[in-house]
């Protein structure tokens, strides 16, 4: 009866585990034993980080590179001293991203978290405590790292408000 109850608390847990990383995502492999599931989970991880390099790449001041995506705001007009800004990107435009981010993003890092927290049980074996740290790891960082490369792309190409909150919800 005992060994039976720790087995459905293992199995509740696991549940637990797979609702935090959510079902549907492909992270979700990360907390199962399957060898397939997890090749496919890393791929993935492999390809979203291989893909928000891009971007970095692509907001990177290299003024001898035309692949550049940077956008220059500045204006200098050559019977003036005086350059002008003409920028229409304000701390509003900036709020609103960073609302859509913390909007877009919190769930992951919530469900990382937590099941980072939940791999500290001991109730667990050793190895569903190292899927679970790991799944948990991985969720965070490539939230963290969609956030970074979003805030450095948007830095270098947003030249408006509505450019922002448009680049915040496709990167």
Same mark, same amino acid.
Not at 59 to 87: K, V
Not at 149 to 168: D, L, R
């Given at each position: 009866?005992?060994? #039976?109850?720790?087995?459905?608390?293992?199995?509740?847990?696991?549940?637990?585990?797979?609702?935090?990383?959510?079902?549907?995502?492909?992270? $979700?492999?990360?907390?199962?034993?399957?060898?397939?599931?997890?090749?496919?989970? $890393?791929?993935?991880?492999?390809?979203?980080?291989?893909?928000?390099?891009?971007?970095?790449?692509?907001?990177?001041?290299?003024?001898?590179?035309?692949?550049?995506?940077?956008?220059?705001?500045?204006?200098?007009?050559?019977?003036?001293?005086?350059?002008?800004?003409?920028?229409?990107?304000?701390?509003?435009?900036?709020?609103?991203?960073?609302?859509? #981010?913390?909007?877009?993003?919190?769930?992951? #890092?919530?469900?990382?978290?937590?099941?980072?927290?939940?791999?500290?049980?001991?109730?667990?074996?050793?190895?569903?405590?190292?899927?679970?740290?790991?799944?948990?790891?991985?969720?965070?960082?490539?939230?963290?790292?969609?956030?970074?490369?979003?805030?450095?792309?948007?830095?270098?190409?947003?030249? $408006?408000?509505?450019?922002?909150?448009?680049?915040?919800?496709?990167?």
């Amino acid at each position: 009866s005992v060994r #039976m109850s720790a087995e459905r608390r293992l199995e509740e847990d696991d549940k637990y585990a797979l609702s935090r990383i959510g079902k549907s995502s492909v992270y $979700s492999y990360f907390v199962t034993d399957k060898v397939f599931g997890w090749f496919i989970a $890393s791929a993935t991880l492999v390809i979203q980080f291989v893909l928000l390099v891009f971007f970095i790449n692509a907001s990177e001041a290299n003024l001898q590179n035309d692949s550049t995506d940077i956008q220059f705001t500045w204006q200098c007009p050559r019977d003036t001293d005086a350059c002008i800004n003409r920028t229409d990107l304000t701390k509003f435009g900036w709020a609103i991203y960073y609302v859509l #981010m913390i909007a877009f993003l919190s769930k992951d #890092m919530i469900n990382g978290s937590k099941l980072i927290y939940h791999s500290a049980k001991i109730t667990h074996s050793f190895k569903s405590r190292i899927r679970y740290f790991f799944g948990g790891t991985c969720l965070c960082l490539i939230t963290l790292f969609a956030l970074y490369v979003s805030t450095v792309y948007n830095h270098a190409i947003a030249t $408006s408000n509505t450019e922002i909150i448009v680049n915040s919800v496709i990167v």
